[in-house]
């Protein structure tokens, strides 16, 4: 039992000391001791083939040679190219050529086959063939001594075992520095990674060279996520700011008020009046609280709770009860909403939606407002149009903005919201897969245009 927690002791410290290698040295690790592997089959495979090599290429080469010069097609040489060749007579007597040293096979014949003679310090193999146009019998006998080609064979796979380990380390010490140079953009990402989270500079960047691969998409990524998270970052210090600045006002009128009623008031009358101004302000106050809270859990949503409902009749049934609240402002209500159109989705909050529109609609107006729902393949198309001031083209995006308004047509005298009901009229349609659009002009009005998928 011991000896085996020894044992994974000892495996888990190697492991350990493995990971916490450079990632450069492990991938030119692993793929050295790949080579290594590779090299080492060839040489093995090489020492036994050698052998076979040496005795099928001199077997080939003796029996062609002596063949030639037994038919006739060859000249006669005592020596050629490696042979030995020797005449004999049909008693086996040496007429021409000389026998190599250490050969000392008997003259007895055996035409047609190859046969090998060895002893302890040569390997020779002879091959015998009668002279076809000899009158007296005559043989020609082939000697091949291949102790030189597999001593050349040796040469060769020492040589082998020499310039391999060369090769293996040029390879290594060229991949290592290929792996370090095509993980330089790793390092610079994780130096900027951390220089980010120490200075909290989100403005910072990953500078690379022009590159189209894994490393430099990467790259590119990491770069998108700094934008975003410095475009979160800053309207996250404007959403603060903004919220800030709203509670400043109706706190500090709360404040005084409180502070002004403790030192100065002496009748009821004076302190109903200061209570009303403290309850008018602490509702405002109230409902920005709500708005916010609302926006946020919004914000944190990804899935809305969703059923299918008829859109027209929810639309017409709104447009009743606005009837009469845009009679007495004077203004003249238009609307075509056509029928059954049906979509899938949060009741609750497509109400909002048109509610929040409809009593912008209403507040800046001139004299109508114009209510549409039409339906074409699958999608519907709501639009509400008037025809106050608009809203100039460079302030269109802006619109969307939390605790945006527009100076000249939403003035603190007309307007007593704080500019968070489009930006979640905006978050509203984008959690249904729609679209909402702006169609706008200073003096000629505005239309906004929501597109939802159908049923």
């Not at 040489?43 to 040496?54: C, E, G, K, Q, R």
């Not at 007429?95 to 040569?122: H, K, R, Y």
């Not at 009668?130 to 040796?154: D, F, P």
């Not at 978050?427 to 998928?453: D, M, Q, R, V, Y």
């Given at each position: ?105 008997d ?12 002893n ?37 796979l ?36 951390y220089?980010?989270g ?102 944190q ?31 003249k209500?238009?609307?075509n ?16 939606v ?85 169609k ?15 049923f």
């Amino acid at each position: 039992m011991l000896l085996k927690q020894l044992k994974k002791t000892k495996k888990h410290r190697i492991n350990k000391f493995i990971s916490n290698l450079p990632i450069t040295f492990q991938v030119t690790i692993w793929y050295m001791s790949f080579q290594f592997i590779i090299f080492s089959v060839l040489l093995i495979m090489a020492f036994f083939i050698t052998d076979s090599f040496a005795y099928d290429v001199s077997k080939q080469e003796l029996t062609n040679t002596i063949k030639k010069i037994a038919s006739g097609e060859g000249v006669f040489k005592t020596y050629d190219e490696s042979v030995y060749i020797l005449r004999y007579s049909s008693k086996g007597e040496l007429l021409e050529g000389q026998l190599p040293t250490l050969f000392t096979v008997d003259s007895i014949f055996n035409g047609g086959q190859v046969e090998n003679f060895i002893n302890d310090t040569a390997d020779f193999l002879y091959f015998d063939a009668r002279i076809s146009n000899s009158a007296n019998n005559e043989w020609i006998r082939g000697v091949y001594s291949i102790s030189g080609l597999k001593n050349k064979l040796s040469l060769l796979l020492v040589a082998l075992l020499i310039i391999c380990p060369m090769f293996l380390i040029i390879i290594a010490f060229g991949g290592y520095s290929l792996i370090k140079k095509a993980f330089k953009p790793v390092s610079q990402i994780s130096k900027t990674a951390y220089e980010i989270g120490k200075t909290n500079d989100l403005t910072r960047r990953i500078i690379l060279k022009d590159g189209e691969d894994e490393i430099h998409q990467m790259t590119n990524a990491f770069n998108s996520m700094l934008d975003s998270l410095y475009d979160s970052s800053k309207r996250e210090q404007q959403f603060t700011s903004d919220v800030s600045h709203e509670l400043r006002t109706p706190i500090s009128v709360i404040l005084a008020e409180s502070q002004y009623s403790e030192l100065h008031i002496e009748s009821l009358d004076e302190a109903k009046k200061s209570f009303e101004v403290i309850t008018r302000q602490a509702r405002r106050t109230t409902k920005l609280i709500n708005q916010l809270l609302e926006i946020s859990r919004m914000d944190q949503t990804i899935e809305l709770d969703k059923e299918n409902f008829d859109l027209s009749s929810i639309l017409l049934s709104i447009l009743q009860d606005y009837q009469t609240l845009a009679e007495t402002s004077s203004i003249k209500l238009v609307y075509n909403i056509e029928d059954n159109v049906s979509i899938v989705g949060n009741k609750m909050m497509i109400q909002r939606v048109f509610d929040n529109l409809f009593s912008n609609a209403l507040k800046f107006t001139d004299s109508y407002i114009t209510i549409q729902l039409k339906a074409e393949a699958d999608y519907c198309y709501l639009s509400i149009q008037d025809d106050g001031v608009g809203i100039s083209e460079i302030n269109q995006p802006k619109i969307w903005t939390r605790f945006y308004q527009e100076e000249t047509s939403r003035s603190k005298d007309s307007n007593n919201g704080f500019g968070l009901g489009l930006s979640m009229v905006k978050k509203i349609i984008e959690l249904h897969g729609g679209s909402i659009t702006l169609k706008s002009a200073p003096g000629k009005g505005s239309t906004f245009n929501i597109k939802l998928k159908k049923f």
